[in-house]
């Protein structure tokens, strides 16, 4: 089992930065494949962005391509996002998780969750 903890939310004006740490406890970080996830209020979980287990290879949802970067350090047991270029329509709870499988972008392959936290961007 891991567990999941998030920081580095918070309100930012468009156009800012943001950078989401996902700090983990318990097994080995390194056999887990990482996930970003958001929700908007009145939305659905949305898929954000995924990184594999040696951090060699990432996917990232179309809608945060180029402006979103996900990394790891599994020496330091804990998954980055940094955010650029921020979009009012990026406010959202942000939330990491953790699969024992492969890298994916479907929330149910995912088995550990962190509690979220809120990114507001301001216009």
């Known amino acids: 089992q891991v567990q999941l903890v998030e920081s580095g939310g918070g309100l930012v004006q468009a156009g800012g930065s943001l950078r989401l740490s996902c700090a983990a406890s318990?097994?080995?970080?390194?056999?887990?494949?990482m996930g970003w996830f958001r929700q908007a209020p009145g939305k659905e979980r949305e898929f954000v962005a995924a990184?594999?287990?040696?951090?060699?290879?990432?996917h990232y949802a179309d809608s945060v391509k180029g402006r979103f970067t996900i990394s790891r350090d599994n020496a330091k047991n804990t998954m980055y996002l940094q955010m650029n270029s921020l979009k009012p329509e990026d406010t959202a709870v942000y939330a990491c998780?953790?699969?024992?499988?492969?890298?994916?972008?479907?929330?149910?392959?995912?088995?550990?969750w962190g509690q979220g936290m809120q990114v507001t961007v301001s216009s």
């Open positions: 998780a953790a699969d024992m499988g492969g890298i994916a972008t479907m929330s149910i392959s995912y088995d550990y």
């Open positions: 318990g097994r080995t970080f390194s056999s887990y494949s």
């Open positions: 990184i594999s287990k040696s951090g060699g290879y990432t």
